[in-house]
């Protein structure tokens, strides 16, 4: 067989098992309603946790940014791509996070590379849940660590994993909020287990900063931890910050080493300042605006209300990540086209984003969604389940 040809088997098999992916493509703006090439939908399905994706403010700042530093960076941070205004937020992430140092990533999915990569060599051992986020286990698969991966918070045998290793350096890498299912990695138990076994933990908190903790400051705050030289921090910009990028925060002597040595930091270009000057302003709005969390965990509650009422079959979350499981990838299909259908958008997240007979739809909530649209959902979502559960 042709190497196209294999291909195009491959494309054909996943149109028979329901696993093809389409992109969606929008016209404007993210937000509650998005205008995509087929028309309007309501859209429960963004990482625009507090509705700043497009705030006017941020745009402003995107703006005078752009009129000051251009638009591309030109080079990456150790060439000439790395601006002052990169320093002014990496000092404010850290003040905002309490850790004595930040450095900004272009993505999250290379900063959580660059920290394995810096951090483990052979012989190392790495251990991660098994929902951990695709960026995760792709750290770890690319870093020359041995590998382990312990059932879904499973603290025992997180335990296990690290008492039967005799490696040099352990670290455990976990999503703080789990990106598919919105629940809370067991993080007090695993902060006092790294601590036990001298590892390092690294918690990968892209869904709970700037929605956790009254001041947003994320799930450290939640649980009340700090960072420290064995707690180390991910932050993404992407989601509840309305911009993109991400940062790691922790010690002196961990961020110097990723500025070194993580492959990931090193030889990309710089984000874009002006989008630096568009997080500094969005950080500012986390801080200053409290009602964007109080809101979305009022629209999180009265969905759970009116979802109980109905009898869907809701996930032990209570973070604006609220998966309704239903099974096979094509069941999950339908309900999502019969939601669309009735103007609704959420999307289908089938395997290998979530095991097999997980498929399911992942709502997700935004400050910027009202109590009608949380009750026009939960219509829609009666009419598109029936005969699912
Ligand atoms: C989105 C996400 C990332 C990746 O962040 P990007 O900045 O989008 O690359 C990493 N970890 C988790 C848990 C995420 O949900």
Redesign the pocket.
Known sequence: MTWDAELAGRIAQRHTDNLFRRRLTLTGAQGPRIDTDDGQYLSFCS?DYLGLAADPRLVQALKDGADRYGVGSGASHLVTGHQQIHDRLEEALAEFVGAPRALLFS??????LGIANALLHRGDLLIEDRL??A??IDAGLLCRAELRRYPHADVDAARRLFAASEAQHKMLLT?A???MDGDLAPLPELASLAAAHDARLVL?D??GLGVLGDQGRGSLEHHALQVSPELIL?G????ALGT???FVAGEGALIDTLIQEARTYIYTTAPPPAVAAATLEALRIVREEPWRRERLRSLVQRFRCGARELDLPLADSHTPIQPIIIGEPGQALAVSRRLLNNGVLVTAIRPPTVPKHTSRLRITFSATHDEHDVDLLLEALNGAMHGVH
């Open positions: 990482n993505t999250g999915y290379m900063a959580n951990n986020h960026s995760l999503d909020v789990f990106s990968d892209a869904h991910m993404t910009l992407g989601k993109f990028g991400a």
